[in-house]
């Protein structure tokens, strides 16, 4: 039994459209999360610490918003790794 074969052109160009948009939707989804995450913890070390290194807390957020799981690694590693000068 072919799968294709019971649905019509309309119904299966819509299931295209869902696999093309899915992956759009987790993306700015996993943005969103990780960009809260480091907003929490920005703000968290510059009431602790009092400064933040380059930026403050809601640029950085912006930043990995923008640029993703890389900026919150480079967050990361420059806040939080044992390169980090503490």
């Not at 999360?33 to 610490?49: G, Y």
């Not at 290194?53 to 799981?69: H, P």
Request: hydrophobic content about 60%; proline content about 1%; charged content about 5%.
């Amino acid at each position: 039994m072919d799968f294709y074969n019971n649905f019509t052109s309309e119904q299966l160009m819509t299931f295209g459209v869902l696999w093309n948009v899915l992956p759009i939707i987790v993306g700015l989804l996993v943005h969103l999360a990780f960009s809260a995450a480091v907003f929490n913890d920005a703000n968290r070390l510059q009431n602790e610490q009092g400064n933040l290194i380059f930026v403050n807390a809601w640029l950085w957020s912006l930043a990995v918003l923008v640029g993703g799981v890389f900026v919150a690694l480079a967050y990361w590693v420059i806040h939080h790794s044992t390169l980090a000068k503490h």
